[in-house]
């Protein structure tokens, strides 16, 4: 059983397209984090949300943490082809090791 | 340096030799990960270590798989009688602490042949 279940799994849109991404969980996180990986490198950190309802903002990005902070969104605005990418999402529930989700395919043509 | 250095880049190995896989955290970082990842997969979770703790070793695979770090310095993953089943990149990360977020090297790309 995932214990992060990330929706959807592939996303191919078109240069200007507003597009969310979903990552979803049973347990309870003290936070969560979003990171985007580009072939051939490791993962990138974008942004760590920590209080439950926390919305935070990076250019065209906007992150939000559910109230019970059991999931978290990841909504582009205007995708570009530079956000191309894998989008996975991580957290520690409890005090287990960091876990990641199988990760968004993201693909914006242009 | 600026972030996490993983060595080598690329590995090709012969089946049944061992490997040592190399990661310089970034200085200060007390926690540090190692994780593997097939071709269009996920992030596989093999061991933790968080300052001077015990460190957590339930994901290793194996018991032919084995890490160490020194304190809060380089840790080497070891591959003993590697297998094809072996072939991924290996990432490692460092963090000042188990919540905040994770810088990654670019990783080591193993190949058993």
């Known amino acids: 059983t995932q214990l992060l279940e990330q929706s959807p799994q592939f996303l191919s849109i078109q240069e200007g397209e507003n597009l969310t991404v979903y990552c979803n969980s049973s347990?309870?996180?003290?936070?969560l984090q979003w990171y985007r990986q580009e072939p051939g490198e490791g993962p990138v950190l974008l942004v760590t949300?920590?209080?439950?309802?926390e919305v935070k903002k990076l250019k065209r990005l906007t992150f939000q943490f559910g109230d019970a902070r059991k999931d978290s969104s990841l909504h582009i605005t205007a995708a570009q082809p530079g956000d191309t990418g894998l989008y996975l999402c991580?957290?520690?529930?409890?005090?287990?090791?960091?876990?990641f989700g199988k990760g968004t395919m993201l693909l914006v043509s242009p | 340096g600026a972030g996490v250095s993983q060595s080598p880049s690329n590995k090709v190995t012969e089946k049944g030799k061992d490997v040592e896989l190399r990661c310089d955290p970034i200085s200060g970082h007390t926690a540090l990960y190692w994780y593997r990842q097939r071709l269009g997969q996920g992030l596989e979770f093999l061991i933790y270590?968080?300052?001077?703790?015990?460190?957590?070793k339930s994901g290793l695979p194996s018991d032919r798989f084995s890490a160490e770090r020194t304190g809060e310095s380089v840790s080497t993953l070891t591959i003993q009688r590697t297998q094809q089943e072996d072939s991924a990149v290996y990432l490692c990360?460092?963090?000042?602490?188990?919540?905040?977020?994770?810088?990654f090297g670019s990783g080591t790309r193993l190949t058993v042949v």
């Open positions: 347990s309870v996180f003290s936070s």
């Open positions: 991580a957290g520690v529930p409890g005090y287990s090791t960091l876990t």
């Open positions: 949300v920590v209080t439950g309802g």
């Open positions: 270590f968080q300052g001077n703790s015990a460190p957590d």
């Open positions: 990360a460092s963090s000042p602490d188990r919540d905040y977020g994770y810088t």
